[in-house]
């Protein structure tokens, strides 16, 4: 006799959600998964949207990605990936990629490289070593997550629910027997595992644990007249002496990345403007004027990746709930929060199915 079909319920339309569906899907052909997004579009933080104010497509926050990050660089292998690293300090280009572990350690865990919890450095030292170009060659996002990312993962679901957002669950025991949501409740049955790829805040307020403390990530968009170009004609730079920790360049769009931004007590076109005096700074320009911008602030863009939220970091995907299993980069304990955690998360579901 053949057994039912399990249906996942996948709480959380994010990269490890819909990571979780591909390993899913491809583990079990017969799976029926279903993902609940409480937002009007899927991805998480990791989108793209057209902006009318800059008339271009840009990413909710420019992802960068090294070599070294195996799962997620198995979507960009078309892509180019830049195999020099550039700094800007001063009033210099320099590529000595040791002298500024710090800033590398700032941008890969947006927290002060003097808090990182030592458990995540070693495991950073082990996932970059050996110390190779390769592993520190670098692909950077242009406006394209939705379409190299978003698009071909939610392939592998065979429902998708936006604007579904989770209020609470009902349980008996050590069963989850019912999502309750704002459109409809979801009872569940002897064969329906839930999935929750919530992030680590909205996890927080359905199952009232962990609660962490997060850090925040600014990014900004300029739109120039014509394509900005950087000494060298590099496509992107670091910089340890400019209020942006990063440049990237993409055509007419100049995407600026600052690390744990919730210090920084420059606001809107304030900050706008600082920086890009400093962006035109490095060509030894005086700035003409604003160009068109826009400004991102993501106030919970990771957990603080310090030894306090380590030890609060879940030590694997099972819970307390015989038919709850956990997915997103926050739940993958000494790994950095970041795109390639998110995937391993949603491969490492499929273990336990």
């Known amino acids: ?25 491809k583990k079990d052909k017969k799976a029926h998964i279903i993902i609940y997004e409480a937002a009007s579009r899927l991805g998480g933080r990791c989108f793209s949207f057209y902006d009318s104010k800059l008339e271009r497509n840009v990413d909710n926050a420019t992802h960068a990605v090294l070599g070294a990050n195996k799962e997620i660089t198995k979507f960009l292998k078309s892509e180019k990936f830049f195999k020099q690293v550039h ?117 927080q307020k359905i199952f009232s644990r962990p609660k962490f403390q997060f850090n925040q990530i600014t990014n900004i968009y300029f739109r120039t007249s014509v394509p900005l170009t950087l000494p060298n004609n590099i496509p992107f730079l670091g910089s340890t002496q400019s209020i942006f920790d990063w440049v990237f360049i993409n055509k007419d769009i100049v995407a600026v990345t600052i690390s744990n931004s919730q210090e920084i007590k420059l606001k809107g076109e304030e900050l706008a403007r600082k920086v890009w005096q400093e962006i035109r700074a490095i060509n030894g320009l005086k700035p003409a004027f604003l160009p068109p911008y826009r400004i991102l602030c993501h106030q919970r863009a990771t957990i603080k990746q310090d030894k306090k939220n380590q030890n609060l970091r879940p030590q694997s995907a099972l819970t307390t709930y015989q038919n709850l299993l956990l997915c997103g980069d926050w739940t993958m304990k000494n790994y950095p929060c970041c795109l390639e955690a998110a995937i391993q998360s949603g491969k490492r579901i499929s273990r336990y199915i």
């Open 1 to 25: 006799m053949f057994s039912e079909p399990k249906t996942f319920h996948i709480l959380g339309g994010g990269i490890a959600g819909l990571s979780a569906a591909k390993f899913i899907k």
């Open 87 to 203: 700094f800007w300090r001063n009033n210099q280009i320099h590529s000595n990629f040791i002298s500024e572990i710090p800033l590398i350690l700032l941008s890969v865990f947006n927290t002060k490289p003097s808090e990182i919890a030592p458990s995540l450095l070693l495991s950073l030292a082990a996932k970059l070593f050996p110390f190779f170009p390769g592993q520190r060659k670098l692909y950077f996002s242009e406006g394209n997550l939705t379409e190299k990312l978003i698009l071909p993962l939610q392939a592998y679901a065979d429902e998708i629910k936006t604007g579904w957002c989770l209020q609470s669950i009902e349980k008996e025991e050590n069963q989850i027997t019912c999502l309750k949501f704002n459109q409809a409740d979801i009872k569940l049955g002897k064969n329906d595992i839930v999935i929750s790829a919530l992030d680590a805040h909205n996890y």
